[in-house]
C-alpha cells in the first residue's frame, strides 16, 4: 500500500467536509443575490403593464411589433425594476435582453389580443 488506511480516510474526509461547506456557501450567495419572490413579483407586475397597456393602446391596424415595442416602452417603470431586481449587479447584457424580452411579450400579448377580437368578431 501505498498510504495507510488511516491517511486515506483522513483525506476522504476532509474533502467531503470541504465539499459540503463550499456547496452551502455557494447556496447562500444565491438565496442572498437572487431573491426569487421579488423576481417572480416583478415578472407579473411587468407582464400586468404590458397587457393593460396593450388593451388600452392597440388599434388593430399598426404592425404588431410596433405596437409591441411602443407598449414595451410605456412600461419601462416595470421593466426598470425587473431588471434592477433580477440583476442588482448592473450587467448591460442582462438588462438588454430583458427589455427584449419585454418588446417580445408585448408583441405577442397583440397578437393574442387581436385574436380573441376576430374570434368573438366571428362568433357574432
Same mark, same amino acid.
Given at each position: ?7 486515506? +480516510? ?13 456547496? &452551502? ?5 444565491? &438565496?442572498?443575490?437572487?431573491?426569487? &419572490?421579488? %423576481?417572480? /413579483?416583478?415578472?407579473?407586475?411587468? /407582464? ?10 392597440? /388599434? #388593430?391596424?399598426? /404592425?404588431?411589433? &410596433?405596437? #409591441?415595442?411602443? =407598449?414595451? +416602452? ?8 425587473? =431588471? ?5 449587479? #448592473? ?6 435582453? %430583458? ?5 417580445? +411579450?408585448?408583441? #405577442?400579448?397583440?397578437?393574442?389580443? +387581436? ?10
Amino acid at each position: 500500500m501505498l498510504f495507510p488506511s488511516w491517511f486515506t +480516510r483522513a483525506v476522504l474526509v476532509a474533502v467531503l467536509a470541504a465539499t459540503v461547506a463550499s456547496c &452551502e456557501y455557494v447556496a447562500s450567495v444565491f &438565496e442572498d443575490d437572487f431573491p426569487t &419572490e421579488k %423576481i417572480g /413579483d416583478a415578472y407579473s407586475a411587468r /407582464d400586468t403593464c404590458l397587457k393593460w397597456t396593450v388593451l388600452m393602446t392597440d /388599434d #388593430g391596424v399598426t /404592425d404588431a411589433a &410596433e405596437v #409591441g415595442a411602443r =407598449v414595451a +416602452r410605456s412600461c419601462s417603470a416595470e421593466t426598470g425594476a425587473l =431588471v434592477s431586481t433580477t440583476d442588482p449587479h #448592473g450587467d448591460p447584457v442582462v438588462a438588454t435582453k %430583458i427589455h427584449a424580452d419585454s418588446v417580445f +411579450r408585448a408583441s #405577442g400579448y397583440v397578437i393574442r389580443s +387581436r385574436q380573441a377580437a376576430s374570434d368573438i368578431a366571428q362568433k357574432r
